[in-house]
T-cell receptor
């Protein structure tokens, strides 16, 4: 158990819909990262937050957005969903001042029908 | 160009043998970090080992070691005395220096599917 929690574990929805994925980092970790793992694209970095502020953007679509709240949990919002958005979405966190280790949560498997 | 290349899509290895999983990387940043993760069939990503570009010695964590050859830009994972539970996907990843056009987000290779046979 990495200490990173993600909910829900599975999510099935329809095209055009909007969903929110939730992540709680390990206790004390200020950095949160979101990744997408799909068969087509492999594992891709989407976005990073540090202590409530966006720090870096990767290959995140404009239809996707994220935020980190004062209690440090983070949410990834996916809108106007397409079939190709079906993937495993991971959240990871890293300790303050040490990005040598990123601990991954169990992931949320999103299926868009 | 791919930043992380894992040339072995799949490997079969006998139990108790040592395994080397290949990883080459491409970066112009002098400061970077290299990671290996294990993903069993259950799907979670398990951190195995980290090597910084300035680390003088190869990283080791239990049965895992990282054969870091900076000039060749390779960071192979070595698993000693393989076990059936080592069967999984293994991903090599890189973090380039933040603020240098990079971010703390990791860039992953496509992975190697390792199967340990009894």
């Amino acid at each position: 158990d990495s200490g990173v929690t993600q909910t829900p574990k599975h999510l099935i929805t329809a095209t055009g819909q909007r969903v929110t994925l939730r992540c709680s980092p390990r206790s004390g970790d200020l950095s949160v990262y979101w990744y997408q793992q799909s068969l087509d694209q492999g594992l891709q970095f989407l976005i990073q937050y540090y202590n409530g502020e966006e720090r870096a953007k990767g290959n995140i679509l404009e239809r996707f957005s994220a935020q980190q709240f004062p209690d440090l949990h983070s949410e990834l919002n996916l809108s106007s969903l397409e079939l190709g958005d079906s993937a495993l979405y991971f959240c990871a966190s890293s300790p303050e001042g040490n990005t040598d280790t990123q601990y991954f949560g169990p992931g949320t498997r999103l299926t868009v029908l | 160009a791919q930043k992380i290349t894992q040339t072995q899509p799949g490997m079969f290895v006998q139990e108790k043998e040592a395994v080397t999983l290949d990883c080459t990387y491409d970066t112009s940043d002098p400061s970077y970090g290299l990671f290996w993760y294990k993903q069993p069939s259950s799907g979670e990503m398990i951190f195995l080992i980290y090597q910084g570009s300035y680390d003088q010695q190869n990283a080791t964590e239990g049965r895992y070691s990282l054969n870091f050859q900076k000039a060749r830009k390779s960071a192979n994972l070595v698993i000693s005395a393989s076990q059936l539970g080592d069967s999984a996907m293994y991903f090599c990843a890189m973090r380039e220096a933040p603020g240098g056009g990079g971010a703390d987000g990791l860039t992953f290779g496509k992975g190697t599917h390792l199967i340990i046979q009894p």
